[in-house]
């Protein structure tokens, strides 16, 4: 609970890039309500593409490799489904890697991790779901309007598990590394 008000008084006071894009959506989705999916979501309220919309009454599905992370939005969503799982192309075990247990480079992808951070990785054993089984599983509609995707390196992989003739998806916000 400590975090989450820390946080939340660091984005009221704090300006960054990240508000372009909270400003975009909030613009684009200005008196609508619908459902997001938050891959690779990091945090409930900090660096949050998704707060403001859950504060204006959408739900959506949050995922995150890091339990903590989860964790924290079990307390501060608990009207989202919220997953402590990896997105991938396909079902099954793999491992992540990350320096602490809330980070923003913690990564399926060991070169990315790598790459971002001049740490020794650890690593934990984690399973990789495809947003199909995720989104047949936990989303009633096959209507999504603000699909999210920030998986450190694994952007890719996350899209290839998505069939877009099934789910219809409004937009797809990727964010985009140098590597």
């Known amino acids: 609970r400590l975090n989450l008000l820390k946080n939340s008084l660091r984005n009221l006071l704090k300006n960054n890039d990240q508000n372009k894009n909270k400003k975009f959506i909030e613009k684009y989705f200005q008196n609508k309500k619908g459902i997001y999916v938050d891959v690779g979501s990091y945090h409930p309220i900090r660096i949050s593409n998704t ?3 859950y504060k204006n009454g959408w739900t959506g599905i949050n995922i995150d490799i890091s339990k903590k992370t989860i964790d924290l939005f ?3 969503r608990p009207n ?12 099954k075990n793999g491992y992540f890697f990350y320096d602490k247990d809330i980070s923003m480079t913690s ?14 990785p650890k690593s934990k054993k984690i399973k990789i779901r ?15 309007n603000l699909l999210d995707i920030d998986a450190e390196g694994n952007d ?9 003739k ?3 998806v409004e937009i797809i916000m990727i964010e985009g590394h140098a590597y």
């Open 166 to 168: 099934k789910f219809n």
């Open 74 to 76: 079990k307390v501060a």
């Open 80 to 91: 989202d489904v919220n997953l402590n799982v990896a997105a991938g192309s396909k079902n």
């Open 130 to 144: 495809s947003l199909n089984y995720i989104l047949q599983k936990f989303l009633r509609k096959k209507n999504i």
């Open 156 to 164: 890719f992989s996350v899209l290839k598990g998505i069939n877009l």
């Open 107 to 120: 990564s399926l992808n060991k070169n990315f991790f790598l790459k971002m951070n001049n740490k020794k």
């Open 51 to 53: 707060l403001n919309l």
